[in-house]
């Protein structure tokens, strides 16, 4: 009987703790909900403009939104020279509501009509819920106004075939070392490739990939070394020295076979395919090509025979461990003289949460551009480098043409075209 | 039975949702059938509309390259510069929002008809960037086929547009060589959307593409996805890539159309159509199924017949059912009559027989035994007893067939309540003595002797009452009567109360409840043997109501049962006149106490000097004292039944010891049949029994003191009846003789007929007077007395034809008596006869007649 008393006491005390500590979970998820805060039966077309021949990520993502305001109607439109055309478009009869923009476009007067027709969304008044995107790539302009929000965001790495490391019996890489004797332990069971990358032209060129998240460490704490390298010094290129040489390095140490490499065409399709083929263990690429994986499964004969298991991971040039180059990809701007500026910023508003993004950005198959990265398993990786080891560019504050001339002068010594020496002394005067 | 019942229930029910089943099957079919004919038509006339749109398209698109053509070969024939060109079509153009750019292809740069956006005169317009003129091997001679690009952005003014395109040459103003130029006649798409959409409402949601041969879009609806139709189809449909292969060739080289699945996943129907005078182009139209598959009128159209039928089926059947509940009530009340019926017919079979046995049995003794007078008087006195006992089954049954039948009619006539009650008891007395029950009958207040109702029907309620409280009593078991009469509400009426209690079997309250019910009986294991009809009750409650009064019962079971009936019942015209005695002194002796009090209220009323003794020794010591006083009593009347010494012991005692020759009187409510030679022996002088009537005492005294009553008996003086001559028709000889020999009692002259024709023959013949009546049997041969009585109910003579006629027959049911009135008769009488009620009967003619 008292053993009976004791049970029902401790159940009725948990019961209580149990409610207790589920209550402010529950406020809170439903707090996070989103909550329409216009006439739910509001009628419009929200304009999109973009330079993707298509966007079925966001069309996927304003059918979540239409849950809310089902008579809203989104309209992509993709806009030829985006970059060129986006000002006039702007200032057109075919004005879009929200837009695609990048933040390089700061500061030149080129790009000048994108910025201003852009919204102020670090404007409280929107609501938009900032925190839940990595503050690494929310970036403000000069007067800290914040013209755009990146929806995505990109970084450098290699895609590892998980069934070959299992088979092997094999981890997958978090430093320079291990990278090393993974690359080695692979030749000797047979593996003609153990990393492979695009490697026919500069950009996004397996060198690119491999040392441009590398080089950017070197230089991250010197405010000095970016001075100089941003004005071109030619004095400035041995900043780059470091990285090139582990480049060098890094070809010889894990046997790259270049002429292998050159057999792959272009940066995308054709890296996705040769890794399809299910040799290589790894396989170099950019965020950008990570997200044609999905839809290529089905157009590899190899891959279909025999799938594998395959994710996404920084390629670790350090004896410290990988670093993660932490880069925006799209960014969405709202167009200030929108006629529909309510409904945009309800979307954006809608948006910008950590679940819409991370659902938006797993459709598109890019990384997603908030905090947490565990929403999708392909970019995992990522979310579990240390917070002193994501570096971005943009923050860092190198120029694109600086960063054109490390991606010049890595395309030029890895592939043997120049030695570390003459790249060195070639600051400022590589051209594309 | 009960389950080939379920099955047959489960059949019909089965049968009746199959017929349903298969009229919702057909309608459904049938439904199915026209929605599909229906869809089939609305796709028809989808593909139809797609092709029409496709024909308006190919006007449109055919027109504005005319347009371009026109431009291109004025150009090419004037041989102009890029700046002349433009300027022509400047000076040409005069749509509004359409623009026409003209592009050397070596440079792809050239000049718009409209400034830049935002500006009033830059005019230099740049494809370099567009990917759109890199290669214009697409672009064919002018006239040939309509050249139109892709949708793109209007470099000048960032708006999606179309361009239709001709190859033209321009004059290079430098080096006068010609160059390969592009001319675009600009226009933006959404001046063709607000024209290109389908016309009619119903196609509301419908969408147009248009595609190129790869299956890239060359215009674009909002419901289409990706960049390439092909992609599209491929993306939602999945499907292996031969099919689609061969789908895809379909689609863009003939007119037709597939179901697909879109964005939404939900089903829809693309229509194609080649674009006419274009190089490979199709027209898309894509539209939701659902839009052409209206089913909504069918689905209510069945919803309707469902609804409707299972309304029809579930009230079918539940009629069905509330009318098998009634028929299954029915059948058991009938098979609950049939089964109390035939409880009865074996009763009856049984109560006929025991008597029977007792006619027949006693019979034969009397037979043997015609030497012994005694002996055969006893035989044919319980003969008779049996007959009498029969003839009250068989009136019994009469009686609750003219119950249910509604024709139980009053006879009133004037009679005594005295005459009714001594007969009462002289009825039960036999049953009393041999259950030796303790009976009690006590009268109060019997002032009114004559009164004036039907006077058979009053006694049978009395000794149905009665006879069921002996016969629901056990042996040495009580039962009282109470009978007084009180003033009525009624004017003219008497009320009397007759309650009897006994301390029977008693009856449950659920008996109670059906106990007025024809042929019910009280069950009890004590009271098996008891016989009866089950019809007493049921015919003394109808009798009770027919007469206005109240019959009310409680009872006990175990304890017992009282019966109360209220009846106000007219007080005769005639009364005894003033009763009064000489001065006599009466000694009344009984252990009884209100016996005593009721004697001697009555006697005192009577104008007696009473004195009372409670038992036989005080009395002896009272008319010991009186005698040695010389103030003899002049009557003393003893109960029989005392205590200490009993009424015979206290008379011969008196006679002895004191030896006087007081008149005494024997008192008993039992039958003093078995003591009357012991009464005489020991010196009583007469009897009188219980209860004491006023006009009873009056009479018994003054016929013991010596002085004739003035009694009048109006119904035992049958002078009236003599020298009456009766025609009798009956067929049969014994019956003939007894009614002949009954009638011959009362002084009644008969004649016989031996049939109806005989009867009628003889009343023809018959001189006026010849007969007070005939009494008519109803069967008889050559022609039977319904047949007789309607012959001389014709008869000319008017005397003859209204001679009363009184049916003498065994057929005694209600319907038998109603044929008897309706062929003409006046009475009816059943067999066997009661000679009181055919002398009644005749009286009652014979008053009619006067």
């Known amino acids: 009987m008292k053993?009976?008393?004791?049970?029902?006491?401790?159940?009725?005390?948990?019961?209580?703790?149990?409610?207790?500590?589920?209550?402010?979970?529950?406020?809170?998820?439903?707090?996070?909900?989103?909550?329409?805060?216009?006439?739910?039966?509001?009628?419009?077309?929200?304009?999109?403009?973009?330079?993707?021949?298509?966007?079925?990520?966001?069309?996927?993502?304003?059918?979540?939104?239409?849950?809310?305001?089902?008579?809203?109607?989104?309209?992509?439109?993709?806009?030829?020279?985006?970059?060129?055309?986006?000002?006039?478009?702007?200032?057109?009869?075919?004005?879009?509501?929200?837009?695609?923009?990048?933040?390089?476009?700061?500061?030149?007067?080129?790009?000048?009509?994108?910025?201003?027709?852009?919204?102020?969304?670090?404007?409280?008044?929107?609501?938009?819920?900032?925190?839940?995107?990595?503050?690494?790539?929310?970036?403000?302009?000069?007067?800290?106004?914040?013209?755009?929000?990146?929806?995505?965001?990109?970084?450098?790495?290699?895609?590892?075939?998980?069934?070959?490391?299992?088979?092997?019996?094999?981890?997958?890489?978090?430093?320079?070392?291990?990278?090393?004797?993974?690359?080695?332990?692979?030749?000797?069971?047979?593996?003609?490739?153990?990393?492979?990358?695009?490697?026919?032209?500069?950009?996004?060129?397996?060198?690119?990939?491999?040392?441009?998240?590398?080089?950017?460490?070197?230089?991250a704490k010197d405010a000095g070394a970016v001075e100089k390298l941003n004005s071109m010094d030619a004095s400035a290129g041995e900043y780059m020295r470091p990285s090139l040489e582990k480049i060098k390095q890094f070809t010889t140490d894990c046997s790259v076979d270049l002429k292998s490499c050159d057999e792959i065409k272009n940066n995308y399709e054709a890296v996705i395919l040769r890794f399809f083929k299910g040799d290589v263990p790894m396989m170099t690429c950019s965020g950008d090509t990570v997200s044609g994986t999905k839809k290529?499964?089905?157009?590899?004969?190899?891959?279909?025979?025999?799938?594998?298991?395959?994710?996404?991971?920084?390629?670790?040039?350090?004896?410290?461990?990988?670093?993660?180059?932490?880069?925006?990809?799209?960014?969405?701007?709202?167009?200030?003289?929108?006629?529909?500026?309510?409904?945009?910023?309800?979307?954006?508003?809608?948006?910008?949460?950590?679940?819409?993004?991370?659902?938006?950005?797993?459709?598109?198959?890019?990384?997603?551009?908030?905090?947490?990265?565990?929403?999708?398993?392909?970019?995992?990786?990522?979310?579990?480098?240390?917070?002193?080891?994501?570096?971005?560019?943009?923050?860092?504050?190198?120029?694109?043409?600086?960063?054109?001339?490390?991606?010049?002068?890595?395309?030029?010594?890895?592939?043997?075209?120049?030695?570390?020496?003459?790249?060195?002394?070639?600051?400022?005067?590589?051209?594309? | 039975m009960e389950s080939s019942k379920s099955l047959k229930r489960f059949i019909i029910i089965f049968i009746n949702v199959v017929i349903m089943t298969g009229i919702l099957v057909f309608v459904v079919l049938y439904s199915g059938f026209k929605n599909r004919d229906s869809y089939r038509r609305q796709i028809e006339h989808f593909e139809n509309t797609t092709v029409t749109m496709e024909q308006v398209t190919a006007n449109y698109l055919e027109g504005e390259q005319r347009i371009c053509d026109v431009w291109a070969r004025y150009i090419n024939g004037k041989k102009m510069t890029v700046n002349e060109a433009a300027e022509y079509i400047r000076a040409s153009h005069v749509l509004e929002n359409t623009s026409a750019h003209v592009v050397l292809l070596d440079s792809l740069t050239g000049l718009s008809t409209r400034p830049k956006l935002g500006t009033a005169d830059e005019y230099a317009v740049s494809y370099d960037r567009l990917n759109l003129l890199n290669d214009v091997k697409w672009v064919n001679e002018i006239g040939k086929s309509i050249n139109i690009t892709r949708a793109y952005t209007n470099p000048m003014n960032g708006e999606q547009s179309l361009a239709f395109c001709n190859k033209i040459t321009l004059i290079d103003k430098e080096s006068g060589s010609e160059k390969a130029a592009v001319l675009l006649r600009v226009i933006p798409i959404s001046e063709l959307e607000k024209k290109w959409v389908f016309p009619q409402t119903e196609l509301v949601n419908a969408e147009l593409s248009m595609i190129d041969s790869n299956g890239d879009y060359i215009l674009k609806g909002y419901g289409f996805k990706n960049s390439s139709f092909f992609e599209f189809y491929k993306s939602y449909n999945p499907t292996d890539p031969e099919s689609s292969n061969k789908l895809f060739e379909k689609i863009t080289s003939s007119t037709g159309s597939v179901t697909m699945t879109d964005s939404h996943e939900q089903e829809c129907i693309l229509a194609f159509t080649p674009v006419s005078a274009t190089d490979g182009w199709t027209m898309l139209g894509l539209v939701p199924a659902k839009d052409l598959n209206v089913k909504s009128g069918d689905r209510a159209l069945v919803a309707v017949i469902s609804t409707g039928l299972l309304i029809l089926f579930l009230s079918d059947l539940v009629y069905v059912l509330y009318f098998n509940k009634r028929l299954k009530i029915a059948a058991r009340r009938a098979e609950s009559a049939n089964k109390a019926k035939t409880d009865f017919l074996s009763t009856m079979s049984h109560d006929i027989r025991t008597p029977m046995n007792a006619i027949i049995g006693l019979t034969a003794i009397a037979e043997k035994n015609t030497a012994d007078e005694e002996s055969t008087k006893e035989s044919l006195r319980k003969i008779s007893l049996a007959g009498n006992h029969l003839l009250t089954l068989i009136n019994d049954i009469l009686d609750i067939s003219k119950v249910e039948s509604g024709k139980l009619k009053l006879s009133p006539l004037t009679f005594s309540i005295v005459e009714t009650v001594e007969n009462l008891v002289n009825i039960s007395q036999p049953m009393i003595k041999e259950k030796n029950i303790e009976f009690s009958f006590h009268i109060n207040q019997i002032e009114t002797e004559y009164l004036y109702t039907d006077q058979l029907r009053l006694n049978q309620i009395y000794i149905n009452i009665l006879s069921n409280a002996i016969k629901y009593t056990e042996p040495g078991g009580k039962v009282s009567v109470d009978l007084r009469e009180e003033k009525s509400d009624v004017p003219g009426c008497v009320r009397l109360t007759y309650v009897v209690s006994d301390t029977g079997i008693g009856m449950t309250p659920e008996f109670m409840e059906n106990m007025y019910k024809p042929f019910s009986r009280q069950v009890d294991s004590r009271v098996n043997s008891i016989q009866g009809t089950g019809l007493g009750l049921a015919i003394t409650k109808q009798m009770v109501e027919l007469i206005g009064g109240t019959i009310d019962c409680q009872s006990e079971q175990g304890k017992g049962t009282t019966f109360t009936v209220v009846l106000d019942i007219t007080a005769a015209d005639r009364q005894r006149d003033d009763m009064q005695l000489d001065p006599v002194d009466v000694l009344v002796v009984d252990d009884d106490e209100t016996m005593l009090a009721t004697a001697a209220d009555t006697l005192s009323s009577l104008g007696a000097t009473v004195e009372q003794a409670r038992g036989g020794l005080e009395a002896l010591g009272m008319i010991e004292h009186r005698h040695q006083s010389g103030r003899d009593y002049n009557v003393i009347i003893i109960d029989w039944k005392m205590p200490d010494i009993d009424g015979l012991e206290t008379i011969r005692r008196i006679r002895s010891e004191i030896e006087t020759k007081i008149p005494i009187l024997l008192v008993s409510a039992y039958d003093w049949s078995d003591i009357e030679d012991k009464a005489k022996a020991a010196g009583a002088n007469g009897f009188v029994s219980k209860p004491l009537f006023k006009s009873t005492l009056y009479d018994k005294i003054n016929a013991l003191i010596g002085k004739e009553s003035a009694s009048v008996e109006p119904e035992d003086d049958y002078s009236d009846l003599k020298g009456l001559n009766i025609l009798v028709a009956e067929d049969n000889d014994i019956n003939w003789e007894i009614i002949s020999a009954m009638l011959s009692m009362f002084g009644i002259t008969t004649e016989r007929a031996e049939n109806g024709?005989?009867?009628?023959?003889?009343?023809?013949?018959?001189?006026?007077?010849?007969?007070?009546?005939?009494?008519?049997?109803?069967?008889?041969?050559?022609?039977?007395?319904?047949?007789?009585?309607?012959?001389?109910?014709?008869?000319?003579?008017?005397?003859?034809?209204?001679?009363?006629?009184?049916?003498?027959?065994?057929?005694?049911?209600?319907?038998?008596?109603?044929?008897?009135?309706?062929?003409?008769?006046?009475?009816?009488?059943?067999?066997?006869?009661?000679?009181?009620?055919?002398?009644?009967?005749?009286?009652?003619?014979?008053?009619?007649?006067?």
């Not at chain 1, 969405?332 to 950005?361: C, G």
């Open chain 1, 3 to 219: 053993m009976k008393k004791a049970i029902s006491l401790i159940l009725s005390a948990a019961m209580v703790l149990g409610m207790a500590s589920c209550s402010p979970a529950k406020q809170k998820t439903e707090d996070k909900a989103f909550k329409p805060a216009l006439d739910t039966s509001t009628s419009c077309d929200i304009k999109i403009a973009g330079g993707y021949d298509n966007f079925e990520a966001l069309e996927t993502e304003f059918e979540r939104f239409n849950a809310y305001y089902p008579n809203a109607k989104l309209v992509y439109t993709k806009i030829d020279d985006y970059n060129n055309m986006i000002g006039t478009v702007l200032n057109g009869n075919d004005a879009p509501d929200i837009y695609f923009n990048y933040s390089w476009m700061y500061g030149r007067d080129k790009y000048k009509s994108s910025i201003d027709h852009a919204e102020n969304l670090a404007d409280p008044a929107l609501k938009l819920d900032l925190n839940c995107i990595r503050s690494n790539i929310i970036l403000k302009t000069s007067d800290g106004t914040l013209p755009m929000v990146p929806v995505f965001s990109n970084t450098y790495g290699m895609l590892v075939n998980q069934n070959l490391f299992e088979k092997e019996g094999l981890k997958v890489p978090t430093t320079y070392q291990e990278l090393v004797k993974v690359c080695n332990a692979f030749r000797e069971k047979g593996y003609e490739n153990p990393i492979m990358g695009f490697t026919k032209k500069e950009t996004t060129s397996l060198f690119t990939l491999t040392i441009y998240p590398y080089f950017f460490s070197t230089i």
């Open chain 1, 296 to 432: 290529r499964e089905s157009r590899s004969e190899e891959f279909i025979a025999n799938s594998f298991k395959y994710t996404f991971v920084p390629v670790p040039m350090s004896d410290d461990g990988a670093v993660f180059a932490d880069m925006a990809n799209l960014q969405f701007s709202v167009n200030k003289d929108s006629k529909n500026l309510k409904m945009a910023n309800e979307f954006m508003r809608f948006l910008i949460t950590q679940r819409e993004l991370s659902e938006m950005a797993q459709n598109k198959g890019l990384m997603s551009p908030t905090k947490d990265l565990s929403f999708n398993s392909m970019y995992a990786a990522f979310g579990k480098v240390p917070e002193s080891r994501i570096l971005s560019p943009e923050v860092i504050g190198v120029s694109d043409d600086a960063v054109v001339q490390l991606r010049q002068a890595g395309f030029r010594v890895g592939t043997g075209k120049m030695t570390v020496d003459e790249a060195v002394a070639s600051y400022g005067k590589l051209e594309q």
């Open chain 2, 757 to 850: 024709r005989i009867c009628v023959d003889m009343m023809k013949a018959a001189e006026k007077g010849s007969y007070a009546l005939i009494f008519m049997d109803v069967q008889m041969p050559e022609m039977n007395g319904l047949d007789a009585t309607r012959a001389i109910r014709k008869l000319e003579d008017p005397w003859a034809s209204s001679i009363p006629i009184v049916a003498m027959t065994a057929d005694a049911f209600s319907e038998n008596v109603m044929a008897c009135l309706d062929a003409g008769m006046n009475g009816h009488i059943a067999k066997p006869v009661d000679i009181k009620l055919v002398i009644k009967e005749i009286r009652r003619i014979k008053e009619d007649r006067v």
